[in-house]
């Protein structure tokens, strides 16, 4: 593995980069708000001890929906290999952070709960790239679970894509949380490999989205990755 200085066009940079990118989707998207990867500026790798492998970034990130970017600091720990835990990330993305959709996620959280029966979609995006509007915030909300599990499963070798949310179904709740079981499909570039993940989650504007279930199926051999919606 690298160390030292980071060439930023290349895979070590651009994998911790990524990574950064699934954290703060899981810390703080929603359907109103979601964060990518716009550039990484400059970037340093070490080995951390006992811990892992360490990476200092500073990256340019993009909330996607409000058209948002700012230069970020982070840092990124990757476990030692064999290890049965996440990657840690510390990010200051400060600005970026106090963009509000409170009351967009208000209204559309009564609207999912008013709604006459409950909401269902699949194949977001569809074959052609495209997305109805009523399904965007379906899809947002599938991107922002997905974050969960591509945190959970990058490591240096690895640079996960979100690829497609296969479907997608509210269940039934009694409480003040929407649910929703998904499928989802994962790019993994490094292998070209589209993983298919079963998720169970919720979501409301109070607690975000929160992952209960995270299963991995078995590998999908008809599966194609749609074309960028970004």
Known sequence: M?????????YPAQRAAKVVQHYLNTQYGSPFRL???????????????D???????EISV???INNATEKCSAEVLFPRAGEQRSSQVQVSCEELLKISTKAQEEALFQK????????????LPD???HI???????????????????????TENTLYNMAQVASIDQLATDN?????????????????????????????????????????LPHCHHCKVPPNTN
């Open 2 to 10: 690298a160390t030292g200085e980071l060439n930023p066009d290349h």
């Open 35 to 49: 964060f990518g990867l716009h550039r990484v500026h400059s970037g340093t790798a070490e080995d951390a001890a």
């Open 51 to 57: 811990s892992g492998r360490k990476y200092q970034l």
């Open 62 to 64: 993009q909330e996607i």
């Open 112 to 123: 999912y709960q008013m709604n006459q029966s409950l909401l269902s979609a699949q194949n």
């Open 127 to 129: 074959s052609y790239g």
């Open 132 to 154: 109805e509007p009523d399904n965007q915030p379906l899809w947002h909300l599938g991107i922002v679970a997905s974050s969960f599990v591509m945190l959970n499963e990058s």
């Open 176 to 216: 003040q949380q929407l649910k929703f079981d998904c499928r989802v499909l994962l790019h993994e570039m490094v292998s070209q490999e589209i993983i298919h993940w079963k998720l169970l989650f919720t979501w409301s504007p109070a607690d975000g989205v929160k992952v209960l279930q995270m299963e991995k």
